[in-house]
């Protein structure tokens, strides 16, 4: 099919599966659904060459877009390029948050440079997921969750977005309790872990207001937080000198020989740490911020190319990153015990040697006894040059969680509320039990949730993935732009790949917990919810890779 018919985009025709009337997350109802006026335009393609451009889509960042230049030539430019570059360097950041640090060095710690392969190919799974999903924001105009509003009942709704919630709460965990972390380093222990939850709320919020300042310095000062933790990290690479020949071995050549069932669990950990659901959200929402004209399928596509090749580069950028973390550790601490690791800090007059214990293990790191081997072995700057990258990927990556929350409130909730309110709510909602945790664990049982945490946010994966390879399978939503054969493919393998993956990790870590008759039934009553939620949206799915029916040709 051509994807151009009677002069009209297939996807400028009408969209039954738009409105909760109809297909098989219809609720019939017009409770939580859009308005008739919406319906109306919705169905009426001779009103607009894209009527789904006409249903409600004021949204964070909507009040600001970004003009992109009008060139003649239709080769290649760079002045696009720079016009649309900024999402994917945002969503970039939660394959580098504290979680991934953590992955990263413990994989450098148990197997040494073996599984950096899988940090490669996650990043490869990961950046496709995250292109279909820019694709969809790019095409319909519309974000994940505000998709979803249109496209699911009500009840599965609210439990979509319910889980959407808990993985960023999961999330934001990681990267506040990491950004604390970092104070608590870098302040030479003053500051005390639940005060630099504290701090972190205040100047999160405070960030968060740098929008009022334009999307374009809000980029920029992400992009100045990524450079931060790449000079950070880098810094440590080159001090430490690993070897470059084993890492492109490790890079290139997949295998874990000798590999203990603890690194392959870390080897799946990496897998759940790099793809987060809540992610697939914030891209979608993020590309709506540049001004395209969707009035032209040829500037629909323009964009599409452009925002695969930014995306690209980003998560290119988080991939060496990610590899200098592991390279680091994979080269200095591989092999020792933690009477090894304790005796370099005694040689170094350590204030920190109550965290090493004095035994013969071998030495298992997290991102807090890592900076202070850091600076143990490579000196003391080493650990506080440590630490401001951790303070940079926290607090960025705490700023993007917020944002993809407010997505979500306003897509699933259809909530209006003003950017004051939505950002207290989300940070809240994620803090409280943050600083709870905090104030009552110590460092290292809170360095060490880490595992738990991924765990929690592989469960909700399955609540983003499935309805990004849906709804981008669809071409009663996607028109021209909808998957073929050989994408849908790619995307279908992509994402039963991943779900499988976590699924393995899921059944180790939630195994241990599982020890109590209450915790038992709780965990049943959940997993027949989200059994019977997953099952309708596979359903779903399957419905939305219907063929599209061809419209009928014009009497005249």
């Not at 392959?264 to 950990?269: K, R």
């Not at 690209?312 to 973390?325: E, K, Q």
């Not at 994408?487 to 499988?500: E, N, P, Y």
Request: with cysteine.
């Amino acid at each position: 099919m051509s994807g151009i018919l009677n002069g009209t985009s297939l996807y400028s025709e009408s969209y039954p599966l738009l409105s909760n009337d109809t297909g098989i997350g219809g609720s019939g109802t017009n409770e939580g659904t859009i308005s008739n006026i919406t319906k109306n335009k919705l169905y009426s393609a001779e009103k607009s060459p894209n009527p789904i451009q006409n249903a409600p889509k004021q949204t964070y960042f909507a009040d600001e877009k970004i003009a992109i230049p009008d060139t003649d030539s239709n080769s290649f430019s760079f002045r696009k390029l720079w016009a649309f570059t900024g999402p994917g360097f945002l969503i970039s950041i939660a394959f580098l948050d504290p979680g991934n640090i953590q992955c990263d060095l413990q994989a450098g710690t148990s197997s040494r440079y073996q599984l950096l392969w899988v940090v490669l190919w996650s990043t490869v799974l990961g950046f496709y997921i995250q292109w279909l999903s820019a694709r969809l924001g790019v095409v319909t105009g519309l974000h994940l969750a505000e998709v979803c509003y249109r496209q699911y009942g009500k009840w599965p709704r609210v439990f979509i977005w319910l889980m959407m919630e808990i993985a960023i709460i999961g999330s934001d965990m990681q990267e506040v309790i990491g950004t604390a972390i970092a104070l608590y380093l870098l302040s030479n222990k003053l500051i005390p872990v639940w005060a630099g939850v504290l701090i972190t709320v205040v100047d999160t919020f405070t960030f968060l207001m740098l929008d009022k300042y334009g999307l374009r310095k809000l980029e920029l000062f992400f992009a100045i937080l990524i450079g931060v933790m790449a000079t950070s990290f880098g810094y440590e690479f080159f001090v430490v000198t690993p070897d470059t020949t084993e890492l492109m071995k490790g890079l290139l050549i997949p295998g874990c020989s000798g590999c203990d069932s603890h690194s392959l669990l870390i080897g799946v950990g990496i897998v759940g740490a790099i793809i987060m659901p809540h992610n697939l959200y914030l891209h979608s929402g993020l590309v709506k911020s540049r001004e395209i004209d969707h009035s032209k399928p040829a500037k629909v596509k323009e964009a599409n190319m452009y925002y695969f090749i930014e995306t690209g580069i980003a998560l290119a950028v988080s991939l060496v990153i990610n590899v200098f973390v592991l390279a680091v550790f994979a080269h200095g601490v591989f092999g020792k015990t933690n009477h090894e690791v304790r005796e370099i800090c005694i040689a170094a007059n350590s204030s920190y040697l109550e965290t090493i214990q004095d035994d013969n293990q071998m030495a298992e790191m997290d991102i807090y006894k890592g900076g202070i081997f850091l600076g143990c072995q490579f000196g003391v700057a080493a650990m506080y040059i440590w630490a401001v990258g951790i303070l940079a990927a926290g607090q960025s990556s705490t700023m993007t969680g917020c944002y993809a929350g407010q997505f979500a409130m306003e897509g699933f909730l259809n909530l209006k509320w003003c950017r004051w309110k939505r950002v207290l709510f989300t940070r809240l909602v994620a803090i409280l039990p943050t600083f709870s945790i905090a104030f009552y664990s110590n460092i290292d049982e809170l360095s060490g949730m880490n595992d738990m945490l991924n765990a929690v946010m592989s469960l909700q994966l399955p609540f983003a993935a499935i309805p990004t390879v849906a709804f981008t399978s669809d071409p009663r939503i996607m028109g021209e732009f909808a998957n073929g054969r050989l994408m849908r493919t790619l995307a279908l393998s992509c994402m039963f790949g991943v779900l499988g993956i976590n699924a393995t990790f899921l059944l180790f870590q939630v195994a241990d917990l599982i020890d109590n008759w209450l915790i038992q039934i709780g965990v049943l009553i959940y997993s027949t919810f989200y059994v019977t939620i997953c099952t309708y949206l596979v359903a779903h799915m399957i419905n939305s890779m219907r063929p599209s029916p061809m419209p009928k040709a014009s009497s005249s």
